[in-house]
């Protein structure tokens, strides 16, 4: 368990562990048009994330490389599919269990393509393999879990700035830079013939919004170009897939939640009391049920970075939730334990 601790995504997990949400869903694969599928991981035991894939005439395309141990997971049930060689690994962003399995992928045959922020920061956040003479969070995963410490970071290799196209006349898939959302380099691939959108962590399906490498200002935003698309599926990178609603849904989260900080701001409240509201504020979001399930383990931070993006000061007493989670161990994580979380 301490072994996922460390990881960007950890907060999540540990959430999953404490209130294990119903999900006989995951590891199962979907077929969400012809060619086109999509497989909810196992983040509650393993810290993986959801995949898709697109079969083209010649090759595969699959989104997201997960860990290195679910892109062990997925390649099977892949290659069980078709014979067409495994081509391209999509990144939607830098964060571990979207990127530590490039390297698996790489070893499958797959060039791993990611926006040029992925790679950016990667460089910031993920390693020293660049050269920053500090250890990052790769390093922190690879001592805590035996699939990242038995590979190594592989980056993006094949990057893009707005667009990327895959075209081979039946298939077409739009690997899109919108903005930022969850990251500074997220992708979303856009499959406008099937109109399908699979969102790496920009949107999600249930309590996983890490907002600490993000702007949630921006991601509202960009949301909003991702639902003028009009998709009619949408694959998530956590939580079941669904349609259009899960967009609306993430996007009104965030806007809740900016609305109930703003009005502590408009009253002049100080840090400490917004802090102290956090409670109130969940209780606040809760009543609406399109959003409840995004309330998790994330929501002190989560209010915390609002109000700091309103030109608020930081929190004064910091609690587990706000510091770098990859620097949580597990025990700090426990202690902050959301127990209210809504079964599904
Ligand atoms: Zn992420």
């Known amino acids: 368990m301490k072994a996922f601790l460390r990881s960007a995504h950890s907060l999540a997990l540990a959430t999953l562990l404490l209130a ?16 086109v599928y999509f497989h909810e991981g196992d983040i509650g035991r393993h810290g993986h994330c959801n995949n898709g894939w697109i079969v083209f005439n010649d090759y595969v395309l699959i989104i997201d490389a997960n860990f290195p141990s679910g892109a062990q997971v997925v390649l099977p049930k892949i290659k069980a599919l078709t014979d067409k060689p495994i081509r391209f690994a999509f990144d939607t962003h830098h964060h571990g269990d979207h990127a530590y399995g490039n390297q698996v992928m790489h070893e499958a045959g797959a060039t791993i393509v990611g926006h040029s922020g992925v790679l950016a920061e990667m460089k910031k956040y993920e390693t020293n393999l660049f050269g920053g003479g500090k250890p990052g969070r790769w390093e922190d995963a690879a001592k805590g879990r035996k699939d990242v410490a038995a590979s190594k970071l592989r980056p993006p290799s094949l990057l ?48 996983y919004n890490y907002i600490g490498d993000g702007n949630i200002h921006e991601w509202i935003k960009t949301l909003d170009k991702v639902i003028a698309l009009k998709p009619l599926k949408v694959c ?38 917004v802090q102290a509201a956090s409670d109130t504020i969940k209780e606040a979001l809760r009543k609406n049920e399109k959003i409840a399930h995004y309330i998790g383990q994330f929501i002190n931070a989560q209010v915390e970075k609002a109000w ?3 030109g608020g000061a930081a929190f004064p007493a910091k609690k587990q939730a706000q510091v770098e989670p990859v620097r949580l161990k597990a025990a700090q994580l426990l202690v902050v334990s959301d127990n209210s979380l809504p079964s599904r």
């Not at 006989?24 to 077929?31: F, G, M, P, Q, S």
């Not at 499959?191 to 399906?205: Q, W």
């Not at 897939?241 to 100080?270: C, H, I, M, W």
């Open 236 to 273: 998530p990178a956590h939580g079941p897939s669904g349609g259009p609603e899960v967009l609306a849904n993430q996007q009104l989260y965030f806007k809740s939640l900016l609305a109930e900080v703003k009005k502590l701001k408009d009253a002049g409240k100080t840090a400490a009391e």
């Open 160 to 207: 893009f700035e707005k667009q990327l196209t895959f075209d081979d006349g039946t298939h077409r898939v739009e690997l899109l830079h919108l903005g930022v959302a969850h990251t500074y380099g997220d992708g979303w691939a856009w499959l406008p013939k099937e109109r399908i959108v699979f969102t790496g962590d920009a949107c999600v399906n249930g309590p």
């Open 308 to 310: 700091t993006e309103m």
């Open 20 to 35: 294990p949400l119903a999900r006989a869903e995951v590891n199962v694969v979907e077929k969400v048009a012809p060619n």
